[in-house]
């Protein structure tokens, strides 16, 4: 056996584990020598079996023949994978051991990572009641973790590791070489284990990982060669580091399971250091998330818990992140690696704690934690317990301050370390001579990038003392390289790093393995400019080249540049640039002369503080002083030198942090001092207190190194009038917070002279701000707005008006851009107003990432969490309240814009009353509106108009239309009671073209005249009214260029065709309405209903030509899907690739859709990488058109859920009536049904959806019976929402025919399909009919004479064209007999249409009547339903009175709103149904007029509720009693105009009275009975024939039986054709 050096670690009593490089003859041969067996099974996987398998095999081999024993190897092989650690899993293997013929005597060798090793082992330890087995771990996980403490286990479908046993392995092998195969991630996933042990144990074994990440990935990624590291003479001393590395953690996992093997004193949970979190992370993340990566994100997380508690500091957290962070682990869970996985999404605070509750450790429903007191300590040797509360805080994403005087007053604090003088003291001691402890060094982003990228640079070396407390720098003395090829410095987004590191990297010398030194950054750094800085460095002879946008990282920079002498730089936008030339000039080839240019020049008090830091580090700078005036000029000269590095330098505290503290304390009336910041700080803001507090009231006292600030009663904070804050520009969010609330005037000499109230604040000198993490200008005026606050933007400031703190609203939820100083200035308000929600709480990690447990542990101010997803889910529960309290709907817009008109059109179909606010305003004020204004002027107009606003508010809340006048949205407080109101209640505005408001407003006079250009008002208005409302109506009357639908028939080649009439505004009124208001939202009844429903793709870049044939090729689907991800207005046709169209473009294509269609709208904008055409990254583009779309009524939204989870939620919360789709599309054809990946997405979907949309791609037939499966499984979920679940592709076929939710249709008349393997509608039906899901079934009309009726025509062609296995039959019959009970009840049996003589009789073989037919007293309509016990039932309608409602509701004239007085000629059965309808429609009086009189009569209370009156003469009108509808139910043959015809009706013109109107013939034939004929000498009046009517009622019929809309177009030509060949 070839010489082998190991270590060798006891575990229970014996050295089982043993640990080198190269083992594998050392294996072999120990295992042969030590455990005799007549069988070795070696159980590897097939990545390992790849690698690893052929060396054991021969070394096997080889050692049989030397020693020639008899024993026999077998291999086996398994897939890898967690899948593979299943019963079946371990059925396999000892199946394979059986047929082998394996026996008590074998030793098992498990050879792989802890997949292998735990089934293996439990294998083992049940295989033959218990075999010898040796583990050889190849991963770092299991060399140390799981292969150690024999622990075995397989997973169930119910959860991992459920199954198992304790069984010692005989030997545990540790072959570090197996880590140079291992895959990187696999190894960062193994070094999350050694952090654990290393972070609960032993601090000097962490220290040693933190400060050589680098060696240790350097000793996996060099491969070794020819065994070296075999023995110690060739073991190199990265190897050497590794293997210590493993064996002190493996020496720690072993001393612990030796004293606790079975987990009875709780010690061996320490090894569960964030597995408490980190387990609950992975049951929701795993496969896609590796067990270390979440534990990694366990640790942090448990970590923050224990700071929480008071027993962790910040130091010991910081480096606890770093050093994760070096093994490229995840440490929160917004790492991109997670966010982008669509399981993120169920991340929520009480997804977790619920997983947790099934913890092992727990004992009852107590959670236990290991809580770190340092760094290698925990607080007890054993988990403790944490309430869910304390859990809670740490994960939730958002904050709030509990309004209060701080329990701890008087405070008295320190802050973090001040950033400023971190950063620079990190550059000095860097470059300096010598050794330097630096100390109250702030742990940030900052700091961390820049020793990262010190070291790369090998500018300096670092390490910590004092637990991290103390950071002990060496200086390289200003001599640095460049960093190998690849090795980019990547900057994050540190801002102050990018700056100063810029110079650093031109001092670096060449190096041979690359030319430049590459800076990078994260999007956002990408976008911060540093071109000035590059510009002065370019001009000084340093090559440096952008990589990608200009001005901005990343940036490639040729070593040795900095020539010195001269250097010009423009200083007006950071004095960062100016600082960072300035630290790196002492080591530029000459004495440097640094000129700032560019006027004035930015944040001179940080340029000073750099020149003093750069005195105590030994360089003095002299600043040129102008001769003539005594004043310092913008020159300096500084030597050519080295720093010499005290041998200790002290950090001041930051002084921008602490105006924060003090701040709450001027807000809250209390006491705060900062121990460690006075007058003579360098630091700028340390001005805060003196200059910004003082003159608001506060009592400050400052000594050199104390600041006490003692602010006045609560409320008494005054305005500061004008202040320039350029000397401490980060502090003027902190100032603004406080001057919101400042209502005392300002001190004498400080008011401002013009005419701005006397609360306000002008903040001036911060221009810089606008450039920063955010633009903070622009942030604090949007986020004070939401508080009420008003502000007015200035060029170089911002002015605030003050507010009492009372009358700021509560409840605000503050976004803060990420930006640290944003959350933490708001968190200062939120400490006086109630319920203020800091929504990025971790964004303060930046500068003080305890800041919310220093509010609370040093402050004394309650910090609750907030989990966002639940404020909004709230708030969407407001807006749909139950249907009896639907608010009031509000209509806003232009004057002419049609707000009366549509609102009384509105109020008709609602039934709700109509207010109109200008007659309100006269019956208020009788002397009207423009007197008023004469005599008042408008302001006073318009206060009067807010207070009506309100009081209609108050006295209307529900149930009415209101309609507001047009200038309602010109004040401020009228639009925050509109706004206020648009979140829970409609406010619509009716948005109408300007030209066709001014050509309406043309001959308008009642009301006050504009007198300024009607344009300009529009101008003005028109996002006052955007802004107030919630919805928006499309009144342009040319919104499309469809053909006006002609209410007449149409004449083709001599014969008449009906006209299918356009939908008219009404009809569109009563769709928008209803839905809005919940009273009848336009959803999709088959989908409601669990029935079968399909969408049509509409995949056209503009869809107005396929309106003309829309009726055609929507027939049988339930939606129209608007693909507008596909749109493209002309302009863009030629653009290529992903796009947007614009908003407008989208809206008048909807508004056209709706002249055209009721069926509901799917608004659908598929991104690229769903395979769609919308940009993938435009999230407000995206968000604006769905928010569009919610606006104009549309019934379903498509949303992805990859989408983030903030805007889908904010959607959520605005969509009313609407439904979203929350869909997922995958089209890599990698997707499995039934695997966890698919179940996340179906949570999420469930999460957000009414509808769960998931679509994937079929590679073959089976995958539809694995998505079917899917399907049954989803529905038996708890949620069991509407599923759509289909494959794509051709294969994919099957899952189309067999989807029940919203199956997406294509027609052969459209362009392209919107996906492959897409079907039509019949092809559907016809599919679905040949595999026995859609059985024939027949139809009937019973009646004599029917043998000419048109039914079968009309019917048989609807079914035909919709591919539906049916027909239509004529069953001529005397009487209803027992044949007709017969068909009725044969299994086949569809419906029936009953005529005369039988819409009687036919009522006592019905099971049950509709409300309708019983009040007609007629039935026309048989149709057979299932019962709940499943038995056949026959229920009975009619339809006639839907033919004439809806032929005549068609065709009103638009004036109408409500019906008057309507006629009905004749008195039989149809005149009953037509006074029904007409009733339904809303006319009253009802005049009935029929020769005999008595007849008439019976009928006068025959439909309750309508007001019916008998006539006797039917012409001659008086003007307000005239009919607006007349209905003929007399045969054609008993009317005439013939004066001389005496034995028929007379109709004379007068009849027509009224000046329009619609008049209806139920006559069949001729086609113009004489009463039409007559109509049509009135060019106002609209004419309906009787085969109109029997085509509506018809279709009617048609829709009750099959579920699906009559193809009316195709079917009403069938129907034409047959009664003119007739
Ligand atoms: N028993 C315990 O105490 C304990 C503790 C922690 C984890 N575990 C279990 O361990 C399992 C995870 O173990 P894992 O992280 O090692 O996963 P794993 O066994 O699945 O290995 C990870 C991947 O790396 C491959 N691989 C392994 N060694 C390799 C090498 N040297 N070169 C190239 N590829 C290699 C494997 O084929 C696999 O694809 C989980 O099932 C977990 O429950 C058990
Ligand atoms: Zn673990």
Redesign the pocket.
């Known amino acids: 056996m070839a010489t082998t050096d190991t270590y060798r670690v006891s575990i229970l009593g014996k050295e089982s584990i043993h640990c080198g490089f190269h083992l594998i003859p050392y294996i072999v041969g120990t295992v042969l020598d030590t455990l005799p067996a007549s069988t070795y099974v070696l159980i590897t996987?097939?990545?390992?079996a790849a690698?690893?398998l052929d060396a054991f095999r021969s070394e096997f081999s080889d050692a049989f023949a030397r020693s020639g024993k008899s024993s026999r190897l077998l291999t086996h092989v398994v897939p890898?994978?967690?899948t593979s650690?299943s019963r079946e899993g371990k059925a396999q293997i000892e199946d394979f051991l059986l047929l082998n013929k394996c026996t008590r005597d074998s030793v098992i060798l498990a050879l792989?990572?802890?997949?292998?090793?735990?089934l293996v082992?439990f294998v083992a330890a049940t295989f033959m009641r218990g075999v010898r087995f040796v583990q050889i771990?190849?991963?770092l996980?299991?060399m140390v973790?799981?292969?150690?403490?024999g622990?075995?286990?397989i997973?169930t479908p119910h959860g991992?590791?459920l199954i198992g046993a304790f069984w010692q392995p005989e030997y545990i092998f540790i072959d570090v070489a197996?880590?140079e195969?291992?895959?990187a991630r696999?190894f960062s996933?193994?070094m999350a284990?050694v952090i654990k042990t290393a972070a609960i144990w032993t601090e000097s074994e962490f220290a040693s990982l933190e400060s050589r990440s680098a060696e240790i990935f350097a000793a996996i990624q060099t491969p070794s060669a020819n065994y070296s590291g075999r023995t110690k003479a060739t073991r190199s001393a990265a190897q050497e580091l590794l293997l210590s590395v493993i064996v002190g953690s493996i020496s720690v996992k072993a001393y612990i399971v030796t004293n606790d093997e079975r987990e009875l004193t709780g010690l061996r949970n320490l090894v569960n250091f964030g597995h408490t979190i980190g387990h609950a992370i992975e049951a929701v993340l795993t496969p896609s998330m590796?067990?270390?990566e979440c534990v990694s994100i366990g640790m942090i997380l448990e970590a923050e818990v224990s700071r929480q508690l008071g027993k962790l500091g910040q130091v010991g957290l910081g480096r606890l992140t770093r050093c994760l962070k070096a093994y490229n682990l995840p440490v929160s869970l917004a790492d991109a690696r997670i966010t982008n996985l669509p399981g993120s999404k169920l991340l929520t605070m009480e997804r977790l704690l619920d997983i947790m509750k099934i913890d092992k450790k727990n004992s009852g429903p107590e959670k236990k934690i290991v809580l770190l007191a340092a760094i290698g300590t925990t607080v007890e040797q054993k988990a403790s317990v944490v309430p869910d509360s304390v859990i809670a805080k740490t994960l939730a994403e958002a904050a709030k301050v509990v309004p209060d005087v701080p329990a701890k007053n008087p405070v008295r604090m320190a802050t973090p370390g001040s950033k400023s003088l971190s950063n620079r003291a990190l550059i000095l001691a860097a470059l300096g001579r010598g050794t330097c402890r630096l100390t109250n060094l702030l742990h940030s982003d900052d700091t961390q990038v820049m020793m990262a990228a010190l070291q790369e640079l090998k500018g300096a070396s670092f390490a910590w003392e004092d637990g991290g407390e103390t950071l002990v720098v060496h200086g390289g003395e200003g001599s640095l390289s460049v960093p190998p090829k690849g090795h980019e410095i990547y900057l994050g987004n540190a801002g102050t790093a990018a700056r100063f590191l810029t110079t650093v990297c031109t001092l670096a010398q060449p190096s041979d393995s690359a030319p430049t030194t590459v800076i990078t950054g994260n999007a956002r750094m990408k976008q911060r400019p540093i071109g000035p800085l590059v510009e002065a460095l370019r001009e000084n002879g340093t090559g440096i080249d952008y990589l990608e946008s200009d001005g901005c990282l990343p940036l490639s920079i040729a070593p040795a540049g900095l020539k010195g002498g001269h250097i010009r730089l423009a200083a007006s936008v950071s004095s960062q640039y100016v600082s960072s030339i300035l630290l790196c000039a002492p080591y530029a080839g000459e004495a440097v002369t640094l000129e700032l240019t560019g006027g004035q020049v930015i944040s001179q008090p940080y340029i000073d503080m750099t020149i003093a830091m750069m005195k105590t580090f030994g360089v003095e700078v002299t600043r040129e002083v102008d001769k003539m005036t005594g004043k310092p000029r913008d020159i300096y000269t500084i030597p050519q030198s080295t720093y010499h590095n005290p041998p200790e330098y002290s950090i001041e505290s930051d002084a921008s942090s602490a105006t924060y503290p003090l701040a709450i304390a001027a807000m809250t009336g209390s006491t705060c001092t900062i121990s460690n910041i006075g007058s003579a700080s360098l630091q700028g803001d340390a001005m805060f207190a003196k200059q910004v507090l003082e003159p608001m009231g506060c009592i400050v006292t400052q000594t050199e190194t104390e600041t006490t600030v003692q602010g006045p009663p609560i409320g008494q904070l005054k305005a500061i009038g004008l202040i320039d804050m350029e000397p401490m520009t980060d502090a003027f969010l902190t100032a603004s917070v406080l001057a919101a609330v400042a209502v005392g005037s300002p001190l004498a000499g400080r008011e401002l002279s013009d005419d701005t109230p006397s609360t306000t604040t002008r903040i001036v000198g911060i221009a810089n701000q606008r450039v920063k993490e955010c633009n903070r200008i622009r942030a604090m005026i949007d986020q004070l707005a939401k508080f009420g606050v008003e502000t007015k933007e200035l060029d170089d400031g911002l002015e605030i008006y003050g507010r009492p703190i009372a009358k700021l609203k509560e409840g605000v939820s503050v976004h803060c851009y990420d930006d640290h100083r944003v959350a933490m200035a708001f968190s200062v308000l939120g400490s006086a107003i109630k319920d203020t929600i800091i929504e990025e709480k971790r964004c303060v990690e930046k500068t003080w990432p305890n800041w919310w447990d220093d509010l609370e542990n040093k402050i004394g101010l309650k910090v609750e969490g907030v989990e966002l997803g639940n404020a909004t889910a709230d708030a969407s529960a407001s807006t749909l309240l139950p249907s009896g309290d639907a608010p009031s709907a509000i209509i806003i817009g232009m004057r002419g814009s049609g707000k009366t008109y549509i609102g009384q059109l509105a109020a008709a179909t609602l039934e709700w009353p109509f207010i109109d606010a200008d007659a309100y305003f006269e019956e208020k004020y009788p002397i009207g509106v423009r007197k008023y204004v004469q005599e008042n002027g408008w302001p006073a107009f318009r206060a009067a108009e807010t207070d009506i606003l309100k009081e209609l508010f108050d006295k209307f809340p529900t149930r009415h239309i209101i309609s507001l006048g047009g200038g309602i949205v010109e004040t401020p407080e009228a639009r925050d009671v509109l706004k206020t109101y648009s979140k829970h209640g409609p406010v619509v505005h009716i948005v109408r073209q300007i030209d066709e408001v001014v050509e309406y407003l043309g001959a308008e006079s009642s009301r006050p005249a504009y007198g300024e250009p009607i344009t300009d008002v529009f101008k003005r208005r028109e996002p006052w009214f955007a802004e107030c409302c919630n919805y928006e109506f499309i009144n342009h009357t040319t919104v499309a260029t469809v053909p006006a639908g002609s209410m007449s028939p149409i004449e083709v080649d001599g014969q008449l065709f009906p006209a299918v009439p356009s939908r008219s505004t009404r009809d569109e009124v009563a769709r928008f309405f209803g839905h809005i208001t919940g009273q009848s939202p336009n959803l999709a009844p088959n989908l409601a209903h669990g029935k079968r429903s399909y969408f049509l793709s509409l995949t056209y870049p503009d869809v107005t030509p396929a309106l003309s044939f829309l009726e055609d090729i929507t027939a049988g689907v339930d939606a129209i899907e608007l693909r507008v991800d596909l749109l493209r207005t002309t302009k863009q046709f030629e653009t290529v690739g992903p796009h947007t169209p614009p908003r407008a473009f989208v809206a008048d294509q909807i508004a056209a859709i709706r002249k055209k269609t009721s069926l509901p709208i799917v608004f659908t904008a598929r991104t690229a990488s769903q395979g769609g055409s919308f940009p993938d990254g435009a999230v407000k583009e995206a968000f604006e058109l769905f928010e569009l779309a919610i606006r104009l009524a549309v019934e379903y939204v498509d949303v992805e859920i990859s989408w983030p989870e903030q805007d889908i939620r904010g959607l959520i919360s605005r969509k009313g009536y609407s439904h979203i789709i929350a869909s997922w599309h995958d089209w890599s054809g990698k997707m499995q049904w039934g695997s966890p990946e698919v179940d996340t997405i179906f949570h999420v979907a469930d999460n957000f959806g009414d509808i769960i949309k998931i679509v994937g791609k079929a590679n073959s037939f089976e995958d539809n019976l694995t998505l079917r499966q899917f399907a049954a499984h989803a529905a038996g979920s708890p949620s069991s929402k509407p599923l759509l679940a289909i494959n794509m592709g051709i294969e994919g076929q099957l899952s189309r025919i067999l989807n029940t939710t919203f199956s997406p249709v294509t027609h052969p008349l459209l362009p392209n399909k919107a996906a492959p393997g897409q079907l039509s509608f019949v092809e559907i039906q016809t599919a679905l009919h040949l595999i026995g899901q859609l059985p024939a079934k027949k139809f009937y009309i019973f009646g004599k004479p029917i043998a000419h009726s048109m039914s079968p025509a009309l019917h048989n062609t609807g079914f035909q064209s919709l591919g539906l296995p049916y027909t239509y039959e004529i069953f001529e019959t005397d009487d209803v007999d027992h044949e007709v009970r017969f068909i009725l009840t044969s299994p086949d049996f569809g419906g029936a249409s009953v005529t005369i003589p039988f819409k009687r009789d036919i009522m006592a073989h019905l099971d049950e009547l509709s409300p309708e037919a019983q009040a007609i007293g007629a039935v026309n309509t048989i149709i057979p339903r299932i019962k709940a016990d499943g038995s056949q039932m026959l229920y009975g309608d009619n339809t006639d009175w839907l033919g004439i409602r809806s032929v005549v509701r068609a065709r009103l004239p638009p004036s109408v709103h409500a019906l008057g007085p309507a006629l009905v000629i004749g008195a039989g059965g149809t005149a009953r149904a037509a006074i029904y309808a007409l009733h339904a429609l809303g006319a009253s009086p009802i005049y009935i007029f029929n020769r005999t009189r008595s007849s008439a009569e019976a009928l006068v209370h025959a439909i309750p509720g309508a007001q019916v009156e008998v006539i006797d003469i039917i012409d001659g009108w008086p003007a307000d009693a005239a009919p607006t509808v007349i209905v003929s139910t007399v045969p054609a043959s008993a009317t005439t105009t013939d004066e001389a015809n005496s034995n028929t009706l007379l109709l004379t013109p007068s009849i027509f009275s009224a000046e329009e109107g619609v008049v209806v013939d139920m006559a069949y034939r001729p086609a113009k009975t004489p009463l039409l004929t007559l109509a049509q000498t009135k060019p106002k009046w609209e004419t309906v024939m009787g085969l109109d009517v029997l085509l509506e009622q018809g279709y009617q019929q048609f829709e009750l039986w099959t579920g699906r809309k009559c193809p009316r177009g195709v079917v009403a030509k069938q129907v034409w054709q047959r009664y003119q060949a007739a």
């Open positions: 996987d097939i990545n390992i690698l690893h890898p994978g967690e650690k792989g990572g802890g997949v292998i090793g735990d082992g771990p190849t991963t996980l299991a973790d799981s292969s150690v403490g622990k075995t286990a997973d991992k590791n197996f880590l195969t291992l895959p696999e996933n193994g284990e590796l067990h270390g």
